[in-house]
T-cell receptor, first 112, second 114 residues
Framework: DAKTTQPPSMDCAEGRAANLPCNHS???????VYWYRQIHSQGPQYIIHGLKNNETNEMASLIITEDRKSSTLILPHATLRDTAVYYC?????????????FGQGTELSVKP | DSGVTQTPKHLITATGQRVTLRCSPR?????VYWYQQSLDQGLQFLIQYYNGEERAKGNILERFSAQQFPDLHSELNLSSLELGDSALYFCASSVGLGEPYEQYFGPGTRLTVT
C-alpha cells in the first residue's frame, strides 16, 4: 500500500472549514484514498473514500488532485465534536483483503 | 453506534495469562478485522477473517490467534501475556472483501497487563 504523509497537527476555528491535506505521491492506479477519524480512543470512524473523482457525503468532501498524488479532506463547518485524529489511508482492495494501514494521522483541534 | 460490539470493555490481567476478546460484527457483515493500538506503535492491523476463513495477516504475534465462528462473531485469543501487550484492541467489520467497502469499528477492549 502507498505511504501517506500528513501534518501532525492542525487547528481550526469553530464554524470554519477545516482542510486536511494528505500526500500520497506513490499511489497506484488501483488504490483508493480513504479517510477515517478517531475521537479520543474511540473506535476509528469511516468518513469518506474516493478513487479519482471528488466525493461528498454528509460528513465531508474529498478532493483528489488530477494526478492523484495528493488529496484534501474538507469539513465544511467544523464543530468542537470534530476534534479528533484524522487518518488518510490508501489501499488496494482485491487480493489483499481489506486491511487498513494507519499512519500517524493529523490531530485536528477545533477551537471556539 | 457502529453496530459492532466488543466485550469486555476493560480487562486487567497478569503477565503469563491468557485472555479472549470477543467481537460481534454488524448484521450482514462477513468480514471481521482485528487491530491493536498501543502508544508506541499506533493502530496496527492484526488479522482478517472473511466468512469463517482467515484472509489476511498483519504483524500478529504467534502468541495471538483468532477465529471466526459460523454465526460470524470472532474471538481474539492472547496468550503468555507480556507487559507490552497492554493496548486497545479494536474489531471492525465490513460487508465484503474486494470491494471498496468501509470498515465499521467497535468501541474496543482496553487490555492492561500487570
Amino acid at each position: 500500500d502507498a505511504k501517506t504523509t500528513q501534518p501532525p497537527s492542525m487547528d481550526c476555528a469553530e464554524g470554519r472549514a477545516a482542510n486536511l491535506p494528505c500526500n500520497h505521491s506513490t499511489i497506484s492506479g488501483n488504490e483508493y484514498v480513504y479517510w477515517y477519524r478517531q475521537i479520543h480512543s474511540q473506535g476509528p470512524q469511516y468518513i469518506i473514500h474516493g478513487l479519482k473523482n471528488n466525493e461528498t457525503n454528509e460528513m465531508a468532501s474529498l478532493i483528489i488532485t488530477e494526478d492523484r498524488k495528493s488529496s484534501t479532506l474538507i469539513l465544511p463547518h467544523a464543530t468542537l465534536r470534530d476534534t479528533a485524529v484524522y487518518y488518510c489511508i490508501v489501499r488496494v482492495l482485491y487480493n489483499q483483503g481489506g486491511k487498513l494501514i494507519f499512519g500517524q494521522g493529523t490531530e485536528l483541534s477545533v477551537k471556539p | 453506534d457502529s453496530g459492532v460490539t466488543q466485550t469486555p470493555k476493560h480487562l486487567i490481567t497478569a503477565t503469563g495469562q491468557r485472555v479472549t476478546l470477543r467481537c460481534s460484527p454488524r448484521s450482514g457483515d462477513l468480514s471481521v478485522y482485528w487491530y491493536q493500538q498501543s502508544l508506541d506503535q499506533g493502530l496496527q492491523f492484526l488479522i482478517q477473517y472473511y466468512n469463517g476463513e482467515e484472509r489476511a495477516k498483519g504483524n500478529i504475534l504467534e502468541r495471538f490467534s483468532a477465529q471466526q465462528f459460523p454465526d460470524l462473531h470472532s474471538e481474539l485469543n492472547l496468550s503468555s501475556l507480556e507487559l507490552g501487550d497492554s493496548a486497545l484492541y479494536f474489531c471492525a467489520s465490513s460487508v465484503g472483501l474486494g470491494e471498496p467497502y468501509e470498515q465499521y469499528f467497535g468501541p474496543g477492549t482496553r487490555l492492561t497487563v500487570t
